[in-house]
C-alpha cells in the first residue's frame, strides 16, 4: 500500500522490449537507496515489484497487462517518473490509501499558474466519474491530490509549488497521459451498497 506522497522524480533510464514484456530501469537515488529485491514501488501510479538494483537505479518488469492498461508501455529513456516506496507499516499516513492499481488513463486538458501555485485540469473518463467527487481524494500519475472541482467530463486539482517540484508534473502539458487512481473507499461502499441492494 502506498499514500501518495511522492518521494522524489526519478528517470527512465533504460527499456528492453523483450515477447512477454518491457524491463524498465530507472534512476532514482532516494528511492535506490534503500530497496530489496521483491519489494513494491509505485512508479508514477503503478505498483511495480523490483527485480534487481544498484545503489542510484532499480530495475521493474511491466508484464503485458500493465504495458496495456497503463502508458508505461510507451515510455522511453529519459521520461520523468513518480516515485514511491510502499508504506512501512509504522509510518506516518499523510496521504490517502493508494493500492497502485491504476483504475484508467486520462490526459492532461490545461495547465494555469495562480499566483504561486498551479491548476492543472484533466479529462475524466465516463466510467470513473461516479468515484470523483468534490473535495474528495484521487491519485494522479500516483500523487496524492484533493479534487478542487469537476464537471460531467473533467476535474481540476490545485498543486503547490512544492509537489510540482518534486513530481513530473512540472513536466507534464496539455495533451500528456496521466494515471488515474480513484478512491478505493468509494468503489468499496458502491459494492456494499449493490450487495445490500441498497444501490440500485
Given at each position: 500500500?502506498?499514500?501518495?506522497?511522492?518521494?522524489?522524480?526519478?528517470?527512465?533510464?533504460?527499456?528492453?522490449?523483450?515477447?512477454?514484456?518491457?524491463r524498465l530501469r530507472i534512476a532514482g537515488e532516494t528511492v535506490a537507496a534503500d530497496l530489496q529485491r521483491g519489494q513494491s514501488v509505485s512508479v508514477s501510479g503503478v505498483c511495480l515489484t523490483v527485480e534487481d538494483h544498484e545503489p542510484g537505479w532499480f530495475e521493474v518488469f511491466l508484464a503485458s497487462e500493465t504495458v496495456e492498461k497503463t502508458y508505461l508501455g510507451a515510455v522511453e529513456a529519459g521520461d520523468p517518473v513518480n516515485l514511491e516506496r510502499a508504506m512501512p507499516a509504522d509510518g506516518r499516513f499523510d496521504g490517502h490509501v493508494v493500492q497502485g492499481h491504476v483504475d484508467g488513463t486520462a490526459t492532461v486538458g490545461a495547465v494555469r499558474q495562480v499566483g504561486e501555485d498551479w491548476e492543472y485540469e484533466f479529462?475524466?473518463?465516463?466510467?470513473?466519474?461516479?468515484?470523483?467527487?468534490?473535495?474528495?481524494?484521487v491519485a494522479v500519475?500516483?500523487?496524492?491530490?484533493?479534487?478542487?472541482?469537476?464537471?460531467?467530463?473533467?476535474?481540476?486539482?490545485?498543486?503547490?509549488?512544492?509537489?510540482?517540484?518534486?513530481?513530473?508534473?512540472?513536466?507534464?502539458?496539455?495533451g500528456d497521459p496521466v494515471h488515474l487512481e480513484v478512491d478505493v473507499i468509494a468503489k468499496y461502499a458502491e459494492r456494499l451498497l449493490a450487495d445490500s441492494g441498497l444501490g440500485d
Open positions: 500500500m502506498f499514500t501518495g506522497i511522492v518521494e522524489g522524480s526519478g528517470e527512465v533510464r533504460e527499456v528492453t522490449v523483450t515477447e512477454e514484456g518491457r479529462d475524466l473518463p465516463a466510467d470513473l466519474g461516479k468515484y470523483v467527487v468534490d473535495k474528495g481524494s500519475d500516483g500523487i496524492s491530490l484533493t479534487v478542487a472541482d469537476r464537471d460531467e467530463e473533467s476535474f481540476s486539482v490545485a498543486i503547490i509549488p512544492e509537489t510540482r517540484a518534486v513530481t513530473n508534473l512540472s513536466e507534464k502539458e496539455p
